[in-house]
């Protein structure tokens, strides 16, 4: 399953960051992921940015 967003199957991005000796080491760079109930009441995690946009929908 792993740290994807279940609503916009966003993952987790892998960034290449330089140190002042130009070394590159990969930083992974992971979701804010949330647990939200649904009404049929499944669980799912959603990204933040996905359920900012639900609770606009319901308003």
């Known amino acids: ?3 994807i ?3 916009c199957q ?3 991005k892998i960034k290449i960051s330089r140190s002042y000796s130009n070394i590159a080491t990969k930083k992974r760079q992971y ?5 939200i109930k649904l009404p049929s009441g499944k ?3 959603v990204c933040t940015k996905c359920l900012k946009t ?3 929908k319901l308003k």
């Open 5 to 7: 967003c279940q609503i």
């Open 10 to 12: 966003r993952k987790t």
């Open 31 to 35: 979701l804010n992921l949330q647990w």
């Open 54 to 56: 639900l609770s606009k």
């Open 1 to 3: 399953m792993g740290r």
């Open 43 to 45: 669980r799912i995690r």
